[in-house]
């Protein structure tokens, strides 16, 4: 077995043993545990895996215990002041008139059996890129640092806390579809309760755009198991109140029903509750789910997808990413040829220097200008002159 396959699998052992709050099924003997750690920071469970390995800690090295521990310890840490952090952050945007719409909320911690197991980055805000600006000079002024950049549509702000705030001016998806379909959830966004500019999306819709961002994440090989733990958690917990059938349909408009759909299953095969019959039974054919599985966890190492929604879309990702790719290149072939110009200008400015110049080394030229190209002559031959002298 692919080691990195085998790694991921043992990183879904631990951390749904710890979701579901039942017995562990992996050998800690066998696990590189440096490596385990780069690969639970990258899926954003390190602190969940640190409470798997409480009763195991003999098999694992102390150095990784600490860092393990390091990432629990900013969960508890932001456990204690997420609340009031993003409270502060929102009545900020609020009184500065600074509209901004919630694309997923803090409210999925809450759902956690476990809250120190939850993520330390649970809001996610778009703005227009105006406001954009003006909300990280006050993110800044709060305390906030740019702890990451995203490509092109934003970043995220982390505070000493452990509070964590994405900001996104442009949503970070390519495709024409994705783009109208997320842009029709946030036209349909209402206001939040106590607040006068900001919104957020209806629960149903927060679910389909966690369901449309997975499914996208998925083909681009930048879906997290932090991701998919909490589309279990979320559907698990208000589903009550999410038609499923109009989900289907706006997942259709996306053209990732079926993929988002498969995402959801195993999502519940990792970190649902045995006796939740939302999902009775296996499939009859698992061989989708292993190869969903596989691309997920070696984030596109193992890659055998058949799935037609996901090659489909990737299809169109890749055509975007090649445009962007040959803009760049012209973008990048202009600048040289701008430099090149610019190059040239200095070097024909030095050889024949303007007439201003020219009338101050030769006053004559002030009474008699046409003898300018005679005077570049002379200055030329001077100074070819005092090259071959040396």
Known sequence: MNQLLFDGRSLVGIVSSIIRQDDLRVNYNRLDWERM???ADYHKVANIVYLGILGYRESVPEKWQQRFFDKYQES??????YKESIKEVLMWLDMRNISCTILTSEVVREF???????????LRIYLDEGSYSLARGYLIDLGYETDEMHQGPGERFTKVSGVSVDLYHVLPFRTAKYVKGMHRLIENACGRESYKRIRALSVEDEFIYRMASAAYRYVTDE????????????????RDRIRMDAVHRRLKDFEVDVLADKILRISYMWF???????????????????????????????NHETDDQALKLWKMVHKELEKEKKEEEKRQRKEKAKERWESVKRKFGWVFPDYHYMASIYPLLEKVPVLLPVFWLLRGIRLLGRALRR
């Open 37 to 39: 750690y780069r690969i």
């Open 76 to 81: 508890l840490m932001f456990g204690e002041n």
């Open 112 to 122: 956690y059996r476990i809250p120190e197991a939850a993520d330390t980055s649970p």
């Open 223 to 238: 879906l997290t198991m932090r991701e998919v733990i909490e589309i279990q958690i979320f559907h698990r917990t208000l």
């Open 272 to 302: 649902g509750d045995r006796k939740d019959t939302w999902y009775e039974g296996l499939p009859e054919d698992m061989s989708a789910y292993d190869i969903l599985e596989e691309r997920l966890l070696t984030r596109g190492i193992i």
